[in-house]
């Protein structure tokens, strides 16, 4: 439908912009808290708060603190968290054993936030890259990423945490046939409520490298994970990769990193119509506090301007590090 408009002067598109009021009653995008995820990272101890140096005001959060943070998520009406461990290193393994383990520190924390803070939903990362001694989201074999061995580890990881009682399920390994094994696995074990958001359009980016620092798996990496995770150039392949976790019985989906793929958040949202989000991953997060603590930009609105580009582009929420500081911004 071609839109009809009077021609100038009858027409003048500035009337609308002319008041705070006018401009309110026009917005066609609306972000609120209730968009937003908080990523997360835990760590052994107690009352320990570690500085991410590459992130700037992120730090890894004991299990005590992490508590704290759920809590004040739901009290700034951010509905839900997503946990991310720092694993010792002497827990990595070849075989990522401790990705399933009951007592690691992702289900330690999945536990105490829900007795906490029942009513937030807690998000988990189903990779093995915490776990794994090589560093990459799946089993490692002679310098092959194993697809098949890398499912049965996952499974069992997702299991464990569904255990534990997580709300939604991540999986971020890119592993072809992963969703579908998974959801199988969840309806037999009785975990029929547990969501799956499948990272379903996950490229090999560049922005990914300050959380890599933040989950210890920068100098564990040999090689990198091409084989994997997706090309940037590509976007059709995208279309069916999303298709394909939704037919194996992925909830939702997302795109991540974010800006530089907003393109393909939107074709997502467009052909399908299914829950669709994006990651505001660590790199965006670092560039904008970055150029905001230099003085070039105005941290504050960019860091507004980009979650509303999400959302314009067709996103049903964000995962983004800045969730409480833009949440506490909403509120005033």
Wanted: proline letters at 5%; a negative charge.
């Amino acid at each position: 439908m071609q839109p009809i408009q009077a021609p100038y002067p009858l027409g003048r598109f500035r009337r609308l912009r002319r008041t705070g009021a006018l401009r309110a009653l026009v917005q066609e995008t609306q972000l609120t808290a209730g968009d937003l995820i908080w990523p997360v990272f835990l760590c052994d101890g107690s009352k320990r708060r570690d500085p991410v140096a590459s992130m700037p005001g992120v730090d890894r959060l004991s299990l005590d603190l992490v508590v704290e943070a759920a809590a004040q998520a739901a009290d700034l009406g951010i509905p839900a968290i997503c946990l991310f461990p720092y694993t010792d290193p002497s827990l990595k393994t070849a075989d990522c054993r401790e990705a399933w383990n009951p007592e690691n520190l992702t289900n330690r924390a999945i536990r105490a936030i829900k007795a906490a803070v029942p009513d937030i939903a807690v998000m988990t990362d189903v990779a093995l890259d915490p776990y794994n001694s090589h560093g990459h989201d799946g089993i490692v074999e002679d310098g092959v990423i194993l697809n098949d061995e890398s499912i049965v580890a996952l499974v069992k990881m997702s299991l464990a945490q569904a255990d534990a009682g997580a709300d939604i399920l991540g999986p971020s390994d890119m592993m072809d046939g992963r969703i579908g094994a998974m959801r199988a696995a969840l309806e037999e074990a009785g975990h029929r409520d547990v969501t799956i958001m499948s990272y379903a359009a996950k490229y090999a980016s560049a922005f990914y490298g300050p959380f890599r620092d933040a989950v210890g798996a920068t100098g564990a990496l040999k090689g990198d994970k091409r084989t994997y995770q997706m090309d940037p150039a590509n976007s059709d392949e995208a279309l069916r990769l999303v298709a394909r976790d939704l037919a194996e019985g992925a909830d939702m989906v997302m795109v991540k990193p974010g800006l530089a793929y907003l393109d393909i958040c939107r074709r997502v949202k467009d052909a399908f119509g299914a829950p669709t989000f994006a990651y505001q991953v660590s790199g965006e997060y670092a560039m904008i506090k970055a150029a905001a603590a230099n003085g070039w930009i105005d941290g504050e609105k960019i860091m507004l301007e980009t979650l509303v580009a999400f959302k314009r582009a067709g996103c049903d929420g964000i995962l983004t590090y800045f969730a409480p500081e833009v949440a506490r911004l909403l509120a005033r």
